[in-house]
């Protein structure tokens, strides 16, 4: 019971339903999981507090470690995420191949807490792909062609908002047109309700409780915990 009670606090995934923001552009290919989130941040025992760090060592010109204050660093001025006109971006634009690398959770851990909610891509490494859905992100797919469409979009309007609808599986574009998008229906299903793995064990709380309480029934010895 006291596990199911602990899963009940760990499970707050963000639900996405239709979202609209603005759009920040990473023109490289092969962006792996450290420049994300470089190794040194990965210390934390806690799933939060890495957004601050989010590509740091193009973020900043001085060396980050964990717990330092951000607004003691020196910001890279010519770095995308620091131009004012991307300030509050919350759709990142990238290139084939993004979030390649080690496997760490971190990153889209830290893409999240820097407010970003939906990736556009022509790729992804298949893990980090993974790892976007368990965590409340959307990663879309699209042709390498209208993603270089929307690159040129994006620098020729500051301010450049698309709207995602996961229900529709459609990108609206300032000009009225859509761009549709697939993504796997379990997938999307996840992503509407904010289900993480431990939210889809959730929906079955009430029959673990009564199996719990059955057992305890039938073995009450269970209950008792034997010290040294």
């Not at 601050?52 to 980050?64: I, T, V």
């Not at 770095?79 to 991307?86: C, D, I, Q, S």
């Amino acid at each position: 019971m006291v596990i199911l009670l602990m899963s009940e606090k760990l499970s707050k995934m963000q639900k996405f339903n239709s979202h609209t923001g603005v759009v920040m552009p990473l023109d490289r290919d092969n962006v792996d999981t450290d420049a994300i989130i470089p190794k040194q941040f990965l210390k934390s025992i806690h799933k939060t507090g890495f957004g601050s760090n989010l590509f740091d060592a193009w973020r900043y010109l001085d060396a980050g470690y964990p717990g330092q204050d951000a607004a003691s660093r020196q910001p890279n001025p010519d770095f995308v995420l620091n131009l004012p006109r991307y300030q509050g971006a919350s759709i990142l634009l990238a290139r084939h191949n993004f979030g390649c690398g080690s496997s760490r959770e971190h990153a889209p851990w830290a893409l999240d807490q820097y407010g970003i909610r939906a990736i556009i891509a022509p790729s992804y490494a298949d893990i980090f792909f993974n790892n976007c859905f368990k965590n409340g992100l959307l990663p879309i797919v699209l042709n390498e062609t209208r993603v270089s469409q929307l690159f040129d979009e994006v620098a020729a309007v500051p301010g450049y908002t698309l709207t995602i609808d996961l229900e529709r599986q459609v990108i609206g574009k300032p000009n009225g047109d859509e761009l549709p998008f697939e993504v796997q229906a379990f997938r999307k299903y996840c992503l509407l309700n904010g289900l993480d793995d431990i939210g889809l064990t959730l929906r079955h709380a009430d029959k673990i409780r009564a199996f719990e309480t059955q057992r305890l029934k039938q073995k009450p010895w269970l209950a008792h915990t034997l010290t040294a």
